[in-house]
């Protein structure tokens, strides 16, 4: 009797609290982690520029063809010699706190992306000299040379403008209290715990923003993610697991929304700087074969249930840019064993294989290890905290690094800096003339089908050289309630509050 | 007063008593300056020894070398490690914990964000264990060798058995997803709804507690066993007293002394932060606030919330010996 008492009251409680949690309406995003800080200057991780999508708008964006498309801006020029830009922007912009967006607004954002201690935009802006008003609502941007990618950087977090009171207010703190144009503003922020944002009455584009609050929530664990979204605690998921689909599929309260990553999954291989100086380094023909040995519709099936793209290049196959003239090679492991006999190695071929931790990493390692082998290859599969991977592959302490990058819109973004003679992240240490020139190049010539000319050399380069052996592409998966209606997935895998409704 | 009157004599007497004990605090106190100042020596050169540069996961997937660079000046990062600590302990001395390299919010305002937190849970987790383990081990004892002994036994060795991390999942599952009574996860502060907040945090403390309520179970069942044989036990039991008397106001109050040390052990790994719980429910405390900062490199918060919790646990510590000794008259001397 007592324990029946008991029982009756412990679930009158459990009741009684559930009562108090299920009041909210507004749109709750569960992100993979926690984000950096929230400063579009400072700001360096893919996970932030989920959340920057909700507040900070940029003078331009992307649509799903990856067409760049007006936001703060409404147009731009190119002088003929290509070192001048001239942006035309949106009149009757304010900023969260009522500033205007206006010409002076805009060239202080810029500046202050270039100037700032400790940016991460610099780079990205490495070639604007100076930005000029020319009148109250259009910027000129003056280059040190042509730049073609420009327009695409001004897409992310460099086209982000910032209300210049409250970063003068703020200064190198702005990110706790972010003050932008879009259509949410700051509310709070508790690290590690949620980021809270409210609808901006004053948005230029109101009358499309029909959510009143977003809430993001970093979940680390993807089943507990998933768990959060099936109870009603989540609208939205980024990042769901590949093995979580069917589940997701199966259930009529969930929908699917998915892209190819901007991206690339792939294998650096150490040329320039491997201290054994083993055979992989020393020649093409075992790069080749590596090459060869690898099955990359395999791994799409085995790891991600098909739900991967193979690819062969810094950009995937769906890409405008990509390189039909060479397209994935089949699986050859009987060429791939003749390679290792020319270039005079006698199998097994041990080789060091770093991989950072991590569940997806270590599957596709697994197989990339067994195919190799049968073509004579010994990989032997180090895992390694990320931080220590990232350390040991500056040092060339390697011989292959599996390391993926999360992309950007302009081709340019997805191989200067990783294939370039010295280039901060040509962790390879490749150096080739013709694919230098090439890179180069292609930040001078804005025309789509004279770029795509220049980039078949670099892809032929890389193809023979092999300094990164390119694998796949993931498809970026994100779960929502069939609640939320009217959203589209874009290949940069953020999420665009503009136009969703709630029911 | 009268010498010699009662009253004095009574006074002199607690004089006596108190003065050992007073010295007694005054020794341990004085020890937890050099223990701790061992301890910031450790973990600011453990942190260091880690392989990893701080600048170059800061810089996440930019690597420019002059940003790099200009992270290393601003941070210190490029000074000898002697006068990295030297700068760290400065600060440390006048309250100042540093910044969060990756977030810059000073770690003061972190700690003090996480620490209700993660002592709500510990503190609900402890309850828990408490309200399960103890009479769970009465019962044990009292009923040794039956049906309901094995019983408790089994829930021992499945409370210790079980991973939080598994049982954590279970218990989403259930509660959250089939019978949608509680949030999956995340964390609603007390003084905002306690009534959210207590239905966000229960499963991770009944998890937590789960665990430690065997541990404790197991104690209580040793403790009560020898107890219930001792001669004191048997003459109140030849004195006629109720069952229930002997049991619960004889045997079990000095059972107890033994149990309640190892709870406030207990409670101090508690508030160091439950990492994989913590990661679990998604609860914002100091466990995920330090993993983040290890795998991030973000060496002023690590060092500022090991330093917290090394002071937490020797204080709890320091706070168990003193209630032993209250407990416990022959241990004063």
Same mark, same amino acid.
């Given at each position: 009797?007592?324990?029946?008492?008991?029982?009756?009251?412990?679930?009158?409680?459990?009741?009684?609290?559930?009562?108090?949690?299920?009041?909210?309406? &507004?749109?709750?995003?569960?992100?993979?982690?926690?984000?950096?800080?929230?400063?579009?200057?400072?700001?360096?991780?893919?996970?932030?520029?989920?959340?920057?999508?909700?507040?900070?708008?940029?003078?331009?964006?992307?649509?799903?063809?990856?067409?760049?498309?007006?936001?703060?801006?409404?147009?731009?020029?190119?002088?003929?010699?290509?070192?001048?830009? &001239?942006?035309?922007?949106?009149?009757?912009?304010?900023?969260?706190?009522?500033?205007?967006?206006?010409?002076?607004?805009?060239?202080?954002?810029?500046?202050?992306?270039?100037?700032?201690?400790?940016?991460?935009?610099?780079?990205? /802006?490495?070639?604007?000299?100076?930005?000029?008003?020319?009148?109250? /609502?259009?910027?000129?941007?003056?280059?040190?040379?042509?730049?073609?990618?420009?327009?695409?950087?001004?897409?992310?977090?460099?086209?982000?403008?910032?209300?210049?009171?409250?970063?003068?207010?703020?200064?190198?703190?702005?990110?706790?209290?972010?003050?932008?144009?879009? *259509? $949410?503003?700051?509310?709070?922020?508790? +690290?590690?715990?949620?980021?809270?944002?409210?609808?901006?009455?004053?948005?230029?584009?109101?009358?499309?923003?029909?959510?009143?609050?977003?809430?993001?929530?970093?979940?680390?664990?993807?089943?507990?993610?998933?768990?959060?979204?099936?109870?009603?605690?989540?609208?939205?998921?980024?990042?769901?697991?590949?093995?979580?689909?069917?589940?997701?599929?199966?259930?009529?309260?969930?929908?699917?929304?998915?892209?190819?990553?901007?991206?690339?999954?792939?294998?650096?291989?150490?040329?320039?700087?491997?201290?054994?100086?083993?055979?992989?380094?020393?020649?093409?023909?075992?790069?080749?074969?590596?090459?060869?040995?690898?099955?990359?519709?395999?791994?799409?099936?085995?790891?991600?249930?098909?739900?991967?793209?193979?690819?062969?290049?810094?950009?995937?196959?769906?890409?405008? $840019?990509?390189?039909?003239?060479? *397209?994935?090679?089949?699986?050859?492991?009987?060429?791939?064993?003749? /390679?290792?006999?020319?270039?005079?190695?006698?199998?097994?071929?041990?080789?060091?294989?770093?991989?950072?931790?991590?569940?997806?990493?270590?599957?596709?390692?697994?197989?990339?290890?067994?195919?190799?082998?049968?073509?004579?290859?010994?990989?032997?599969?180090?895992?390694?905290?990320?931080?220590?991977?990232?350390?040991?592959?500056?040092?060339?302490?390697?011989?292959? $690094?599996?390391?993926?990058?999360?992309?950007?819109?302009?081709?340019?973004?997805?191989?200067?800096?990783?294939?370039?003679?010295?280039?901060? +992240?040509?962790?390879?240490?490749?150096?080739?003339?013709?694919?230098?020139?090439?890179?180069?190049?292609?930040?001078?010539?804005?025309?789509?089908? +004279?770029?795509?000319?220049? $980039?078949?050399?670099?892809?032929?380069?890389?193809?023979?050289?092999?300094?990164?052996?390119?694998?796949?592409?993931?498809?970026?998966?994100?779960?929502?309630?069939?609640?939320?209606?009217?959203?589209?997935?874009?290949?940069?895998?953020?999420?665009?509050?503009?136009?969703?409704?709630?029911? | 007063?009268?010498?010699?009157?009662?009253?004095?004599?009574?006074?002199?007497?607690?004089?006596?008593?108190?003065?050992?004990?007073?010295?007694?605090?005054?020794?341990?106190?004085?020890?937890?300056?050099?223990?701790?100042?061992?301890?910031?020596?450790?973990?600011?050169? #453990?942190?260091?020894?880690?392989?990893?540069?701080?600048?170059?996961?800061?810089?996440?997937?930019?690597?420019?070398?002059?940003?790099?660079?200009?992270?290393?000046?601003?941070?210190?990062? !490029?000074?000898?490690?002697?006068?990295?600590?030297?700068?760290?302990?400065?600060?440390?001395?006048?309250?100042?914990?540093?910044?969060?390299?990756?977030?810059?919010?000073?770690?003061?305002?972190?700690?003090?964000?996480?620490?209700?937190?993660?002592?709500?849970?510990?503190?609900?987790?402890?309850?828990?264990?408490?309200?399960?383990?103890?009479?769970?081990?009465?019962?044990?004892?009292?009923?040794?060798?039956?049906?309901? !002994?094995?019983?408790?036994?089994?829930?021992?060795?499945?409370?210790?058995?079980?991973?939080?991390?598994?049982?954590?999942?279970?218990?989403?599952?259930?509660?959250?997803?089939?019978?949608?009574? #509680?949030?999956?996860?995340?964390?609603?502060?007390?003084?905002?709804?306690?009534?959210?907040?207590?239905?966000?945090?229960?499963?991770?403390?009944?998890?937590?507690?789960?665990?430690?309520?065997?541990?404790?179970?197991?104690?209580?069942?040793?403790?009560?066993?020898?107890?219930?044989?001792?001669?004191?036990?048997?003459?109140?039991?030849?004195?006629?007293?109720?069952?229930?008397?002997?049991?619960?106001?004889?045997?079990?109050?000095?059972?107890?002394?033994?149990?309640?040390?190892?709870?406030?052990?207990?409670?101090?790994?508690?508030?160091?932060?439950?990492?994989?719980?913590?990661?679990?429910?998604?609860?914002?405390?100091?466990?995920?606030?330090?993993?983040?900062?290890?795998?991030?490199?973000?060496?002023?918060?690590?060092?500022?919330?090991?330093?917290?919790?090394?002071?937490?646990?020797?204080?709890?510590?320091?706070?168990? !010996?003193?209630?032993?000794?209250?407990?416990?008259?022959?241990?004063?001397?």
């Amino acid at each position: 009797m007592k324990i029946l008492r008991l029982t009756m009251i412990a679930a009158a409680l459990l009741l009684s609290l559930a009562t108090g949690v299920q009041a909210q309406t &507004t749109l709750r995003i569960g992100l993979a982690e926690d984000p950096d800080i929230l400063d579009p200057t400072l700001a360096r991780t893919y996970v932030g520029r989920i959340v920057f999508a909700a507040f900070c708008d940029k003078l331009f964006d992307i649509d799903e063809k990856l067409n760049i498309v007006p936001q703060l801006a409404l147009s731009h020029e190119t002088s003929a010699d290509g070192k001048e830009v &001239t942006i035309k922007l949106r009149p009757g912009v304010k900023f969260q706190d009522g500033e205007p967006l206006d010409a002076e607004a805009a060239k202080f954002s810029l500046d202050r992306h270039v100037t700032m201690p400790g940016s991460f935009r610099k780079p990205e /802006l490495a070639a604007l000299d100076h930005v000029d008003v020319v009148d109250p /609502l259009t910027i000129k941007l003056v280059l040190k040379a042509p730049y073609s990618p420009l327009i695409a950087q001004l897409t992310d977090r460099a086209g982000m403008m910032v209300s210049p009171k409250a970063a003068k207010a703020e200064g190198d703190k702005f990110g706790l209290h972010p003050v932008c144009a879009g *259509p $949410y503003k700051f509310v709070e922020r508790v +690290q590690q715990d949620r980021m809270v944002f409210e609808k901006f009455a004053d948005h230029w584009n109101k009358d499309n923003i029909h959510i009143d609050r977003v809430v993001f929530l970093p979940i680390v664990d993807a089943t507990v993610r998933l768990a959060n979204l099936k109870s009603g605690g989540l609208d939205l998921i980024e990042r769901l697991l590949a093995t979580d689909i069917k589940d997701v599929k199966a259930d009529a309260r969930l929908k699917l929304s998915t892209a190819i990553e901007l991206g690339y999954q792939g294998l650096t291989l150490n040329i320039g700087n491997d201290k054994a100086k083993g055979p992989l380094s020393q020649s093409a023909k075992v790069r080749q074969a590596l090459d060869l040995s690898i099955d990359r519709e395999a791994i799409n099936q085995v790891v991600f249930n098909g739900e991967s793209k193979p690819g062969n290049q810094w950009i995937s196959p769906d890409h405008p $840019y990509y390189q039909k003239a060479f *397209p994935v090679r089949p699986r050859d492991v009987a060429k791939a064993r003749a /390679l290792l006999k020319e270039a005079g190695v006698t199998p097994p071929l041990s080789v060091d294989f770093m991989v950072p931790k991590g569940a997806e990493n270590e599957a596709v390692a697994q197989v990339v290890q067994s195919m190799a082998a049968e073509a004579g290859f010994d990989m032997k599969i180090r895992v390694t905290e990320f931080a220590t991977s990232l350390k040991q592959a500056e040092a060339g302490e390697y011989q292959v $690094y599996f390391l993926n990058w999360s992309g950007r819109i302009d081709p340019d973004g997805n191989s200067f800096i990783f294939l370039k003679t010295a280039a901060p +992240q040509n962790y390879s240490a490749w150096s080739n003339a013709e694919a230098d020139k090439a890179l180069d190049d292609g930040r001078l010539i804005a025309d789509q089908g +004279q770029r795509k000319a220049i $980039y078949e050399k670099l892809a032929k380069a890389v193809l023979d050289e092999e300094p990164i052996l390119y694998l796949y592409h993931r498809r970026l998966l994100i779960a929502h309630t069939t609640k939320l209606e009217g959203y589209k997935q874009m290949p940069d895998g953020l999420v665009r509050v503009t136009g969703l409704t709630l029911k | 007063m009268d010498p010699g009157s009662a009253a004095h004599l009574y006074t002199l007497r607690r004089a006596r008593e108190t003065k050992p004990m007073l010295s007694f605090l005054a020794r341990r106190v004085l020890q937890l300056v050099p223990t701790l100042f061992f301890v910031s020596i450790l973990i600011f050169s #453990l942190q260091h020894l880690l392989p990893g540069d701080p600048a170059l996961v800061m810089a996440g997937e930019e690597h420019d070398p002059a940003v790099i660079a200009q992270i290393r000046q601003q941070y210190r990062l !490029d000074r000898p490690i002697p006068i990295q600590y030297f700068y760290w302990v400065k600060g440390v001395l006048s309250g100042d914990f540093g910044e969060s390299l990756r977030i810059k919010v000073p770690v003061r305002e972190l700690i003090a964000q996480k620490l209700p937190v993660t002592m709500q849970l510990a503190s609900m987790a402890i309850v828990i264990a408490f309200l399960i383990g103890i009479p769970a081990g009465i019962v044990s004892a009292v009923k040794k060798g039956t049906a309901w !002994d094995y019983g408790a036994n089994l829930f021992a060795l499945w409370g210790i058995s079980t991973p939080n991390f598994w049982l954590g999942i279970m218990l989403i599952f259930l509660f959250s997803i089939e019978l949608g009574w #509680l949030p999956a996860s995340g964390y609603v502060p007390l003084s905002e709804n306690w009534r959210a907040s207590l239905a966000a945090t229960i499963m991770p403390a009944f998890v937590l507690g789960n665990a430690i309520a065997a541990i404790l179970m197991r104690h209580t069942r040793s403790a009560m066993l020898q107890v219930l044989e001792s001669d004191y036990v048997r003459t109140a039991r030849a004195k006629g007293l109720s069952e229930r008397s002997v049991i619960l106001k004889h045997a079990l109050r000095n059972a107890l002394t033994p149990i309640i040390t190892l709870g406030a052990l207990e409670l101090g790994t508690l508030l160091s932060g439950a990492v994989l719980t913590e990661q679990i429910f998604s609860i914002p405390g100091f466990g995920k606030l330090i993993v983040d900062a290890v795998f991030n490199r973000d060496y002023a918060v690590v060092q500022g919330v090991v330093l917290v919790t090394a002071t937490i646990y020797i204080t709890l510590n320091l706070i168990a !010996d003193i209630a032993y000794i209250l407990v416990n008259p022959r241990l004063r001397a």
